[in-house]
């Protein structure tokens, strides 16, 4: 019998545990990513009023005079242009030029949603568990689809009800799904025969992963996406779905709102019916200022005001979103994971969740599932963000509690401390000296997020010409309604259904 104990002691994991749920730890984690120190001076994005010169407009800001001045790019479709310069004056000059409507600055922070991960012990290939093991949960005639090695700890695909999707006919049929993240183990051969483009948006980095925590958050989403059921390791929701993985993060976790904008007009523009966005910022409801990462010199000092800097950037992204939404692509984004109530919070929100035309996905999971297979999986996790006004729906994310159950138990052979099944199963763990791949197991609403993008590849399987909005409505009419009846702050409108969205 294979052991998978991770090295982790218990009162290490209750320090890691409260700290990161404490909300003076959360008003620190906003604080370090909005002043986080960039690799390069200090980005605005300028919005075009419609039907301008682009071209006079770009000509005219790199004219000013500012210093240490780059022009980066011009979006004609999406009326954006970027550039650079730690010249605080910039601002002011350019929206002084005809034809700008605004100028924002480019924040960039860590986009990590503070999910655990924990990696286990078991690498790609391994015959630890053998075809002919029974589990106690396969009791449904459903599980019957769960022919993959380790499928049977992915009870997300029990809760999402991916099985009987599959029974139906439809595993995602070659609909693009996008997966905007971090960088990706390109290689892992879970995902790699469905996927078909790859980009990063990070300069410096290319989108192969290689991040010295030795988890690629990207590939554990795209692996719940559209993992490959072949009887050998775990299976996506939609597992015959096309991986369209663009990096829009740093293997760090940081990013500006440019990155995050160009891949979705990138996702859009090459065929994604369905755009993942496991990330989240927390753009905050106030003004503060940004340093450009120097400090030491406040001649380079940029006020960031709420009303003009703040709002307009919210203005980019939905342009950004929109334009997603009007050529036939769904978005969809994590929820975030500090147990905010968006009903009330007045301090900042989470984008890029709360953009025009994105649905947010809150996170559920069980609570000693390693114990009892049969207990409900559609707990809401003790991390997600919720809000009435801000949660569309909820899908598998995780659970656990605090303290954590530690208890020792054993599901089909793999052996571990109880709260980690409650977590969502796939890959994305490797080592990168020996370019081996492990599977283990991570919590937050970023893996909440990838079971929806999978439902609604499943839709788009079964209607192609679907578009964003009959998505929308399929997946309110198919969810289930958990928790208070009708929209709740929780559920939103339900939890997602793959069988009853593709009946």
Same mark, same amino acid.
């Given at each position: 019998m294979k052991k998978n104990l991770l090295p982790l002691s218990f009162p290490v994991l209750m320090l890691l545990l409260l700290a990161s749920c404490s909300k003076d730890a959360q008003e620190v984690k906003l604080a370090q990513g909005l002043v986080k120190t960039p690799k390069q001076d200090r980005g605005f994005i300028i919005l075009t009023e419609q039907? *301008?010169?682009?071209?006079?407009?770009? =000509? /005219?800001?790199?004219? +000013? &005079? *500012?210093?240490?001045?780059?022009?980066? =790019? /011009?979006?004609?479709? +999406? &009326?954006?242009i970027r550039v650079q310069t730690p010249d605080p004056t910039f601002p002011e000059k350019a929206r002084k030029v005809a034809g700008v409507q605004s100028v924002s600055v480019d924040i960039v922070q860590n986009w990590r949603l503070p999910e655990r991960t924990f990696r286990s012990s078991i690498p790609y290939g391994s015959t630890a568990i053998?075809?002919?093991?029974?589990?106690?949960?396969?009791?449904?005639?459903?599980?019957?689809?769960?022919?993959?090695?380790?499928?049977?700890l992915q009870w997300g695909l029990q809760a999402v009800h991916a099985p009987e999707a599959w029974a139906k006919g439809y595993k995602g049929g070659g609909v693009k799904v996008a997966v905007l993240d971090g960088g990706f183990l390109l290689n892992n051969p879970e995902i790699k025969p469905n996927i078909i483009l790859t980009h990063s948006f990070v300069e410096g980095e290319e989108v192969q992963y290689h991040g010295k925590e030795g988890f690629s958050h990207g590939s554990h989403v795209a692996g719940t996406i559209a993992a490959i059921k072949d009887s050998n390791g775990v299976a996506g929701v939609a597992p015959e779905a096309k991986l369209i993985l663009v990096k829009v993060l740093s293997?760090?976790?940081s990013g500006a709102f440019s990155s995050i904008i160009d891949g979705i007009f990138y996702a859009t523009n090459h065929g994604a019916k369905v755009i993942n966005m496991s990330l989240g910022g927390e753009l905050p409801l106030k003004t503060f200022t940004d340093d450009n990462g120097t400090p030491d010199d406040p001649s380079d000092d940029y006020v960031v005001e709420y009303d003009r800097d703040v709002k307009e950037l919210i203005t980019a992204i939905n342009r950004a979103t929109l334009y997603?939404?009007?050529?036939g692509t769904t978005v969809i984004a994590a929820a975030g994971n500090d147990g905010y109530n968006y009903d009330s919070e007045k301090r900042f929100i989470t984008y890029p969740a709360a953009a025009l035309g994105v649905i947010a996905i809150s996170s559920t999971g069980p609570l000693g599932w390693g114990i009892?297979?049969?207990?409900?999986?559609?707990?809401?996790?003790i991390f997600t963000n919720y809000g009435k006004n801000f949660i569309h729906y909820a899908a598998p994310g995780g659970n656990y509690t605090l303290p954590p159950?530690?208890?020792?138990?054993?599901?089909?052979?793999?052996?571990n401390y109880e709260y980690l099944f409650d977590f969502v199963f796939n890959i994305g763990f490797w080592d990168e000296a020996s370019a081996t791949y492990y599977y283990g197991w991570?919590?937050?609403?970023?893996?909440?997020?990838p079971h929806a993008a999978a439902v609604a590849a499943l839709i788009y399987n079964k209607y192609p010409f679907a578009n964003p909005l009959l998505v929308d409505l399929i997946l309110k009419a198919s969810s289930t309604d958990y928790g208070t009846p009708g929209k709740d702050k929780?559920?939103?409108d339900g939890e997602v259904n793959a069988a009853k969205a593709v009946r």
């Amino acid at each position: 019998m294979k052991k998978n104990l991770l090295p982790l002691s218990f009162p290490v994991l209750m320090l890691l545990l409260l700290a990161s749920c404490s909300k003076d730890a959360q008003e620190v984690k906003l604080a370090q990513g909005l002043v986080k120190t960039p690799k390069q001076d200090r980005g605005f994005i300028i919005l075009t009023e419609q039907n *301008v010169d682009q071209q006079a407009i770009s =000509e /005219a800001i790199s004219s +000013l &005079g *500012v210093k240490k001045f780059v022009f980066k =790019e /011009a979006n004609k479709e +999406l &009326g954006l242009i970027r550039v650079q310069t730690p010249d605080p004056t910039f601002p002011e000059k350019a929206r002084k030029v005809a034809g700008v409507q605004s100028v924002s600055v480019d924040i960039v922070q860590n986009w990590r949603l503070p999910e655990r991960t924990f990696r286990s012990s078991i690498p790609y290939g391994s015959t630890a568990i053998t075809s002919g093991t029974t589990h106690d949960y396969a009791k449904t005639s459903s599980s019957a689809a769960l022919t993959d090695r380790y499928s049977f700890l992915q009870w997300g695909l029990q809760a999402v009800h991916a099985p009987e999707a599959w029974a139906k006919g439809y595993k995602g049929g070659g609909v693009k799904v996008a997966v905007l993240d971090g960088g990706f183990l390109l290689n892992n051969p879970e995902i790699k025969p469905n996927i078909i483009l790859t980009h990063s948006f990070v300069e410096g980095e290319e989108v192969q992963y290689h991040g010295k925590e030795g988890f690629s958050h990207g590939s554990h989403v795209a692996g719940t996406i559209a993992a490959i059921k072949d009887s050998n390791g775990v299976a996506g929701v939609a597992p015959e779905a096309k991986l369209i993985l663009v990096k829009v993060l740093s293997d760090a976790g940081s990013g500006a709102f440019s990155s995050i904008i160009d891949g979705i007009f990138y996702a859009t523009n090459h065929g994604a019916k369905v755009i993942n966005m496991s990330l989240g910022g927390e753009l905050p409801l106030k003004t503060f200022t940004d340093d450009n990462g120097t400090p030491d010199d406040p001649s380079d000092d940029y006020v960031v005001e709420y009303d003009r800097d703040v709002k307009e950037l919210i203005t980019a992204i939905n342009r950004a979103t929109l334009y997603a939404n009007l050529n036939g692509t769904t978005v969809i984004a994590a929820a975030g994971n500090d147990g905010y109530n968006y009903d009330s919070e007045k301090r900042f929100i989470t984008y890029p969740a709360a953009a025009l035309g994105v649905i947010a996905i809150s996170s559920t999971g069980p609570l000693g599932w390693g114990i009892n297979q049969d207990t409900s999986l559609y707990l809401p996790s003790i991390f997600t963000n919720y809000g009435k006004n801000f949660i569309h729906y909820a899908a598998p994310g995780g659970n656990y509690t605090l303290p954590p159950n530690t208890t020792v138990v054993s599901v089909g052979g793999i052996i571990n401390y109880e709260y980690l099944f409650d977590f969502v199963f796939n890959i994305g763990f490797w080592d990168e000296a020996s370019a081996t791949y492990y599977y283990g197991w991570s919590a937050g609403t970023s893996m909440a997020s990838p079971h929806a993008a999978a439902v609604a590849a499943l839709i788009y399987n079964k209607y192609p010409f679907a578009n964003p909005l009959l998505v929308d409505l399929i997946l309110k009419a198919s969810s289930t309604d958990y928790g208070t009846p009708g929209k709740d702050k929780y559920f939103g409108d339900g939890e997602v259904n793959a069988a009853k969205a593709v009946r």
